[in-house]
């Protein structure tokens, strides 16, 4: 790599990056749906307003209305996978996204005896 091409690698913007706080969600065995508080946050060094699209009901599309926000915090009740994009407000260029997995609990496993229910002795 030359000179020139390292200059020019260092003045990139770094890539824009969506973070979401928890990514997982488990749900009780009585309640199918997941009942939580996620935060999502996009550490962003420009100067770029974004707005953050989902197939969540409660949270088609949500625009920043500023450029200094990088945090979004959202109630989420959801039974299913939830995936969040984030987009530029002015060119609609998809930016970053990311997903929040809904799993439900397992049922506690029966134990199984491996011995056998007779005995010669």
Not at 46 to 55: A, H, L
Request: net charge negative; hydrophobic share 35%; proline share 7%.
């Amino acid at each position: 790599m030359s000179a020139t091409a390292a200059a020019i690698d260092s003045t990139e913007e770094p890539a824009p990056d969506l973070k979401l706080s928890p990514e997982l969600c488990i749900t009780s065995e009585n309640a199918q749906s997941c009942d939580i508080e996620v935060t999502l946050e996009w550490p962003m060094l420009t100067k770029q307003t974004i707005c953050i699209i989902s197939d969540y009901k409660n949270l088609k599309k949500w625009c920043s209305p500023s450029p200094d926000i990088h945090s979004l915090t959202i109630n989420i009740s959801s039974d299913r996978d939830i995936q969040f994009v984030m987009i530029d407000k002015d060119t609609h260029e998809t930016l970053a996204g990311v997903k929040l997995k809904v799993t439900p609990a397992s049922s506690p496993q029966v134990r199984r005896r491996y011995r056998n229910p007779w005995s010669l002795f």
